[in-house]
């Protein structure tokens, strides 16, 4: 079988959390320290550990079929590549921040201003939307400090805890964009190499639905089971089995893991007991 080659980030925000939801989709492979390609064992996957700037344009060369890359950046490239699934981490937003003694009112202030930023593109769009002519001043990397040495007015760059604007004396006052990591694909896969993205899109999802639900083990009085029910649908209806003592059945079913406190207040009230939770390694609806 042919195989596809995956682009990952080779170090940095993206790239834990995008080689954990592949090994937690079952694929197995070695990545030896500084090695920038490597090859699954049991999955047609090979894998290109690059710079995150450069995987839409090699994804959309077709250098590589697939990348992991976050939003902001596959917004920035503008490369022509299939958007295929969110993937839910390294979640941050594109934000303008300030000198935090700036007594900011709104976005007119920045015109007439110089920001810098890695994002010039989604920069541009945002003043231009906005009808703000300001200077965009790109830089590569270390953007939060060119407000104190005179590099520029403000800084247009990726927030998340918000502790890189703070310990360089600027404010978030602008959010342009929120991002996440997201699964990028070429446009033009052959049909084996789209069964094998299906097949890798089958497993991520079923990770996927697996961390947003729980499974649920507990024990009612049988007077209680209809509305037990009611409260856990379950995937089609939940499982419920007699228990040795007369009168008790076990019920086991999922519960979503957003809603999961609320439900077991719920459960305890109509006589719910010895409730066990466990977590879902994968979930195929
Ligand atoms: N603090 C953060 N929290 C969560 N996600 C983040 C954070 N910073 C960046 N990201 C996301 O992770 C991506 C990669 O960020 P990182 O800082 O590792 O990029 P980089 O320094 O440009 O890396 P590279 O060396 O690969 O070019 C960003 O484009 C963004 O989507
Ligand atoms: O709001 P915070 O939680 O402080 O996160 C924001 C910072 O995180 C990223 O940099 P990173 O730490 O990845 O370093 P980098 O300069 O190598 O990109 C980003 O470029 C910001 O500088
Ligand atoms: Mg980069």
């Known amino acids: 079988m042919d195989k596809i080659k995956i682009a990952i980030q080779k170090s940095g925000r993206l790239s834990d959390d995008s080689l954990k939801l592949i090994k937690e989709c079952g694929i197995k492979f070695n990545n030896g320290m500084g090695k920038l390609k490597a090859v699954a064992d049991n999955f047609p996957l090979e894998f290109l550990f690059l710079r995150d700037d450069d995987i839409p344009g090699y994804v959309e060369d077709g250098v590589a079929h697939l990348g992991i890359v976050g939003e902001n950046v596959l917004v920035e490239k503008e490369k022509d590549v ?10 941050c937003r594109l934000s303008i921040g300030v000198d935090r003694n700036w007594d900011y009112k709104g976005v007119q202030e920045l015109a007439g201003k110089s920001i810098a930023t890695s994002y010039p593109k989604i920069l541009k769009g945002f003043l231009d939307k906005n009808k703000v002519n300001a200077e965009i ?8 400090i060119a407000p104190s040495i005179g590099l520029a007015d403000a800084v247009c760059d990726i927030v998340s805890s918000g502790s890189t604007l703070l310990s360089n004396g600027l404010k978030e006052t602008e959010v342009i964009m929120k991002s996440q990591a997201v699964l990028i694909a070429n446009k033009s896969l052959n049909a084996e190499q789209q069964d094998i993205l299906d097949k890798l899109i089958f497993r991520i999802n079923a990770v996927q639905e697996g961390k947003k639900n729980k499974y649920i083990l507990l024990n009612a009085p049988n007077e209680s089971i209809d ?11 939940p499982t419920v089995l007699p228990l040795a003592m007369e009168g008790w059945s076990s019920l086991h079913s999922v519960v979503k893991e957003d809603e999961f406190w609320d439900v077991i207040e719920q459960l305890k009230k109509v006589g719910a007991q010895g409730i066990l939770v466990a977590p879902i390694e994968k979930m195929i609806i």
């Not at 299939?82 to 979640?91: A, M, P």
């Not at 001043?137 to 939060?144: K, N, R």
């Open 137 to 144: 001043h790109e830089i590569s990397g270390s953007v939060e």
């Open 82 to 91: 299939d958007n295929v699934k969110l993937l839910g981490f390294s979640k």
């Open 227 to 237: 509305e037990i029910i009611s409260l856990l649908p379950g995937m089609k209806s």
